[in-house]
DNA sequence: ATTACTAAAAGACGAGTAA
DNA sequence: TTTACTCGTCTTTTAGTAA
């Protein structure tokens, strides 16, 4: 994802209204040249961070509600760091049951693998779902999975990439995953553990669980 | 500048206090390997962004002052994005004469040429220098000049890159140009205009003067 | 274990140009 | 004028490996 083409084109004010931009002044902006601008706007575009009308003299650029929500992350990274809030932040919500995907996801070799590497422990195979509460839906957007999980591809398919977060429940550490993917929920958590979490913390779906959100 | 491994380490704490971090770490947190992660931070080294001190298990990363500005800036211009402020900033301080290097450097035509280019007038040959006021200072920090000017070499020496942005000052329009260097003073500003700015409003040192930030 | 060099592969870039 | 393709070149990345 080209963020830095991306916070320019906000920059200029693509996130409030289209923009009309030429490839080559925005080559200017970005000390590029025409080719490169012209592809990186397409690029953009196939991402769906921005659309665009192409009209003889130049273009009408505006940035999608993915584009915004790109650039809204990357503003509560920077508000992260700057925030100098040592404080842990903690999410709650209530158990849910999901759909079994989870299971079956970290289960794969190929993100087991890494997750051991990574995260330090062997997951048990299944994800404990947490409907989080309206503020915890808030805190969850402004949380970053600094931990990469890469995606693979097996004889049949491709498995998409995602990110983890460390977390602490009761006196487990485990880990909050997020796939890479467009229309993710985000007022559902899965998280994994090196232990059936449920069993352990004697909880079943409707508990209401805190979530500490640990480095 | 490579703004994006360098905020991933102010997230993993490295603005704060020296970060234990192996390139192989870096490396899981950047999706890259560890050849790569290693030239990274070797590259953020040089450029005085991070210090480090190298160990026979890992690396002790810390973030620099200078470091810290490039971040800073980045705040700034996302949270510029989403300000929805749309009043133009105003500058303001008193005309000063400078050292007399601005004419110089905006008389070559390397330059020259650009500012034709991409500010859409030729230069008068001299530069409106500005000492800003205390509020100014800090909102001249907020201002990123979006339009880049190219550094260029002729037979005998370099000349550095830089950007501008554009401003109005009464009813003249003219450009704040910033060379890029280490140690550019922030509480002064270099005003290039289409023609001579003191005689053409009546100004001279110690007059005050306001400075519009157009976009 | 580390970091980081070299060499080869992969990817990004810009010149020329078609539409 | 535009946008954006191909293609040669330059830059970046990774694998292998030395220290």
Redesign the pocket.
Known sequence: MDIISLKKLALLGAHNKPLE???????SYM????????????AL?DENLIS?Q??????LISITKNGLLALQKELYDYQEIFSGNGSNKILSGKVITGLGEGQYYISLEGYRKQFREKLGFDPYPGTLNIKLDTQSIELRKRITGHIRISGFTDENRTFGKGSCFNVRISDIEGAVITPERTHYPEDIIEIIAPMNLRNHLDIRDGSVVQVEVIK
């Open positions: 931009l030429s490839s080559v002044e925005f080559a000390d590029s040249s025409q080719q490169t601008a012209s592809r990186k706007l397409k575009e665009r192409i009209l003889s003299d130049g273009q």
